[in-house]
């Protein structure tokens, strides 16, 4: 027994190791065949790799907190109600596979941010791999690595994730550098991986966050090409609550 416990460690699979003297008892009070018992190690193994793998997506997602669709209020405002079943498609993340981005426009309180944190959320439980970030923090964060020399592997870090959430766009001007670092990740990103942008601006005043008009052409071009837009109207739901 410990001789096989040692070769299932050796082999990086703990849980059969931790498993095995109560998977072989198991057999022998029901008679299971040589490969059942395998089967039923081997399905352990794997659910437990798929739970440890959902939990670190989640602790890897920057979300913080655990959202969930059935939270939101459908009935607050009439945009809420028309684009119900778009937003509860988009639970299914489909559009992760097919590389769409996901635009949701709207002023403060309109559920712009729950929507893509729901979303988000979703995906970390699905085992993706997936980040949520502020614009601001993310420019602050390439802004960084430039100065100290870091910039590519910031770059790979933001451009790799499978689903990347950029928060509240638009509340700041991110200026030129800012502009740039961003039109770099978007670029990169562009039909290879899938980005979710909340944003207080309809693309007519894109211009003022991203340092004129000819960058936030070029960032909401690759962005609307293949995408969903939810326009999220009404007053702030904050102030119903």
């Not at 081997?42 to 997602?61: M, V």
């Not at 870090?157 to 990347?164: E, F, K, W």
């Not at 293949?226 to 119903?240: A, C, P, T, V």
Request: proline share 1%.
């Amino acid at each position: 027994m410990d001789a096989v416990i040692d070769k299932f460690k050796s082999l990086r699979l703990k849980n059969c190791a931790l498993n095995l003297a109560d998977i072989l008892d198991q057999s022998v009070r029901n008679n299971l065949s040589v490969l059942q018992t395998i089967d039923r190690l081997l399905e352990i193994e794997i659910a437990c790799r798929k739970q440890a793998r959902i939990i670190l997506r989640f602790k890897q997602s920057k979300l913080g907190e655990k959202t969930t669709i059935d939270q939101f209020d459908f009935t607050h405002h009439e945009s809420r109600q028309k684009q119900k079943n778009l937003i509860l498609n988009l639970m299914d993340l489909e559009f992760i596979q097919n590389k769409k981005d996901i635009i949701l426009i709207g002023n403060p309180g309109t559920g712009k941010t729950f929507i893509a944190r729901c979303i988000a959320y979703a995906a970390t439980q699905a085992g993706i791999k997936t980040l949520f970030t502020t614009a601001m923090d993310m420019i602050n964060q390439l802004v960084a690595a430039k100065t100290d020399h870091t910039l590519l592997k910031k770059l790979q870090y933001y451009q790799s994730q499978d689903i990347l959430v950029c928060d509240e766009i638009g509340y700041l001007p991110l200026g030129r550098q800012g502009s740039n670092l961003f039109f770099q990740v978007i670029s990169a990103r562009h039909e290879k991986k899938s980005t979710i942008i909340t944003t207080n601006l309809p693309f007519a005043k894109w211009g003022d966050i991203f340092d004129g008009t000819t960058v936030a052409t070029a960032i909401a071009d690759r962005l609307v090409y293949n995408s969903d837009i939810l326009i999220m109207e009404g007053d702030s739901y904050r102030k119903k609550i």
